[in-house]
């Protein structure tokens, strides 16, 4: 069996419980045989946004290697050239405003062209984490934004398979503040160090985050299994080189 690699991504710009949660996940990923995982925060990085004054640019100049002729070899850059070495990823967001952060939105939007030009990422599988303050802060609302951004550049999403537990998310890995000795969010004390680990006392947050991590594993082993009976090529249509198309062809290709 080939190793199946999953990275994960954590899209906060502390080091906090969004880290706590995707490494949860990242654990659950390796529970299965031949996995490989690799986790990386979005703390500490250049993360630009998409911010380009002549548009598109990204889809007639960016090359996998350098996907945005706008920021050059930036943080997004370097991890989108990550990327694609990757079978599966585990997106972590904290929930900012009931929903993603600006770090995870803006690494979508610098993608998104390139990939629809050049399908580097298509068919690779993502499941979703999103961690808030409140029980019901935006979790679920969150992680259905990374599964949206996952479907328009033809990733797959996927969840925590089957939540027989009480208090599981349906949708992916859903953490809270508000759990152990902290019943209400507002319990920690503003700038308290230990609010950047809260959610390590949520463990039903947290058996959904290793389940959504192991599912995503799951699905990464079966994709790669489909892929030795059809070579990747003949699954990008239109019909192109090496992921890209040109312009003019919009042939379908059949298997
Ligand atoms: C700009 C901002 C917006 C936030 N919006 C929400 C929200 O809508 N709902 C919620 O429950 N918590 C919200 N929070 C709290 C964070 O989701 C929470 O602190 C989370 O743990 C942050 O992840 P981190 O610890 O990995 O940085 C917000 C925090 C910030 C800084």
Known sequence: MNKIRILGIAGSPRHGNTEVGVKEALAGAAELPDVETEFYTMAGKKINPCSCPVAWRCWTEGTPE??????????????????????????????????????IKALWDRLALICYRRMTLRNKVVGGIAIAAYRSGGQEQTILEIWKMAVVIDLIPVGPGPVMQDRVCMWGGALTHEYGAHKYASDYPVGAEEELTAVEQDEPGLLSCRMTGRRVAEVARVVQAGFSAVPREATYWPAGEAGGFPETDWKIVTV
């Open 66 to 103: 350098n996907p945005c002729p706008r920021w050059g070899n930036d943080d997004v850059a370097q991890l989108y050239k990550k990327m694609q070495t990757f079978d599966g990823f585990i997106v972590g967001s904290p929930v900012y405003m009931g929903g993603v952060s600006s770090q």
